[in-house]
């Protein structure tokens, strides 16, 4: 694994202008009429429903015409898949993505609409392959969901749009699965506005990152399972601490519950999708109100969620 992930700025500025016409700029709004001191960036109205396609698109489309015949090979919970999927279609590329056993259905059908190859396994051996070069020995050309420069740098640019959107910006909220978009959005903000806080958030049933602050090294922990899957996590990775660490204020977490009020407030007031990872920061805002610095940004990093979850969210009782 490179041990320079950490991009600098202008690598995140160049990745602006290259994943301009591919990604979208999302919009900033305010998270209620009544609240104006909790914005949202909203990715869940990226390209493909997540903010993945920006990282995978500054990755892949650096390669040479001979790592695209070779095609590409990922492995992701479903967005990051999503993403390289397009990406290769896009390129005129083959794909192949290795999901956990569970994978949400939606994600996995998305894959394949786009031309997708996909391959299941343990999600536990997913997470293992992580820390080995097994996928660097693949035959097809890997693309790492988080720990690679190009994807960090690729997934800073949301923080650079926050930045020039909004800079009155105190505290940037932002969930956690490996620690790629932490990595980027916390570069960009904290490369041009060295005060801004930025804090990260983790499901409750999963939530390395609050173990690994306390102790400042990278944890592993006995996890449960949370709705939440694009931030389902069993440990910090080692090679992505040293960035985390760095850019991070601190670590929050919040309950299924609690994602699930901000699901509904989200199609209810801002008339917007979340997935259980998409509604995580604005979670956190409401439960962390009176320690943020305001106004607060809340990253909505996606809307990939299976239909009868949602219906079931929405019809529940407040
Ligand atoms: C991938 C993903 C995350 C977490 O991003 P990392 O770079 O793995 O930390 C958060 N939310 C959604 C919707 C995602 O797809």
Redesign the pocket.
Known sequence: MASDLKPTLREIEEASERIEGIAWRTPLLPASRHDTGTLLKL??LQRN????IR?AWNRMSRTKAEERDRGFVTV?????GQAVAWCARHLGSKCTVWVPDDAVEKKVKAMEAMGAMVQRMPEVEIMNSMTDDRWQKARETYIH??GDRY??AG?GTVGLEIIQDFPQVKTVI???????????IGTAIKSTKPDVKIY?VQAELAAPIIRSFKSGRPERIESGKTF????A?DRVFSY?WPIMQEVMDGALAVSEEEMRAAIRHLANEVHVV?????S?ALAAAWKYSSQLDKPVAC?V????IDNVVLSNILSQKE
């Open positions: 990715e869940c429903g997540s903010f993945k990282g992701s919970a479903g967005n990051h969901p988080f994807v960090i997934q932002v969930p956690v699965g490996g620690g790629g978009l932490i990595s980027g990260g939440a899957d694009g931030v996590a992505m979340a997935e259980g990872a998409g995580a990253i990093s996606g809307g990939n």
